[in-house]
């Protein structure tokens, strides 16, 4: 027997993935309980009602803790035992706590909602681009830098079609600690392919991480400003309290020779060909004390600028 795209069952069906997409959980259930008399209910949907008064009595059961609760929930759905029940449903939860959480968000609330969740990443899924402009910007201004949401701000701004300053914010991130960042928010195109090739290449992710700034910066792909200076002066504070853990640990002496030649390319960046201040002088001798084969490729590739 044939049944019409629009019969009960599909009707229903529609109407429970668009209830948990909104969030709306009573219409979610009513819409579980008249599948269940179809015909063509499927044979979890008394685990998925179960599945989904639990869940509305765990959010709202304290009313002043709504936000809290979405939170972890957004974050940890995957691994809830009694959410096992909607797993191919998922993507509709999630995008349906996505809307809860902003239904949930004061105005102008910047911090994070739980210590690995941020408002960003949920306007980010959303596609409310501006506003993850906007909250991460509060959140540098009130509790200083933080790689993982500057990356999240370089996309954003890449989405936004604001490319010229998404490719900057993104640089700065990267070398700032590329550890802190993720491949899910590395920008499209150079960025992406360069860390899948090392990742490739290396077998690690830990160590493709670390080199991709630099073999960026070999392949002229980063855009490192001499106008951020708010950049400048964060990773110097980072360079000195570093100094001495750089000279006997390796992957420490990688991630301070990446941040001193942010530092020296936007000294050399405002000088005139052929010009060297002290400041560049101590900084390339720093480089070099650290890594003289990594300070040889840098130089090999100024030496092909015009204004080197």
């Not at 765990?58 to 936000?67: K, R, T």
């Not at 939170?71 to 999630?94: H, M, P, T, W």
């Not at 928010?185 to 392919?193: E, R």
């Amino acid at each position: 027997m044939q049944f019409s795209l629009f019969d009960d069952e599909n009707l229903c069906r529609i109407g429970w993935h668009n209830a948990l997409k909104a969030f709306d959980l009573p219409a979610a259930l009513e819409n579980l309980h008249s599948w269940q008399k179809t015909l063509d209910a499927p044979p979890q949907i008394e685990q998925k009602i179960k599945a989904v008064q639990r869940l509305q009595k765990e959010i709202y059961a304290e009313s002043d803790n709504v936000l809290a609760n979405l939170s972890v929930l957004r974050k940890g759905y995957a691994q809830i035992e009694y959410l096992s029940a909607l797993k191919k449903e998922f993507k509709y939860l999630r995008e349906g706590l996505n809307r809860a959480l902003t239904q949930n968000i004061e105005p102008g609330f910047y911090e994070f909602l739980i210590p690995d969740l941020h408002p960003a990443e949920i306007f980010m899924e959303l596609g409310k681009f501006d506003r993850v402009v906007e909250t991460t910007e509060e959140f540098f201004r009130h509790f200083g830098e933080h790689a993982y949401l500057r990356q999240i701000q370089a996309y954003a701004l890449f989405k936004l079609g604001q490319n010229a300053r998404a490719n900057t914010v993104a640089t700065f991130a990267l070398f700032n600690d590329p550890f802190k960042c993720t491949e899910r928010f590395l920008l499209p195109g150079d960025f992406s392919n360069k860390f899948k090739y090392l990742k490739y290449k290396t077998g690690s992710e830990k160590t493709a991480w670390l080199r991709l700034p630099l073999a960026l910066w070999l392949d002229s792909k980063t855009y490192i400003s001499s106008q951020e200076t708010q950049y400048e002066q964060l990773l110097l504070n980072k360079t000195e309290k570093n100094r001495g853990q750089a000279k006997y640990d390796t992957e420490a002496g990688q991630l301070q020779f990446i941040r001193l030649l942010y530092l020296a390319e936007t000294e050399r960046l405002r000088l005139s060909r052929g010009q060297e201040t002290e400041t560049l002088k101590q900084l390339r001798a720093e480089m070099k004390e650290l890594n003289r084969e990594l300070f040889e490729a840098y130089l090999g590739l100024l030496r092909s600028f015009r204004n080197f």
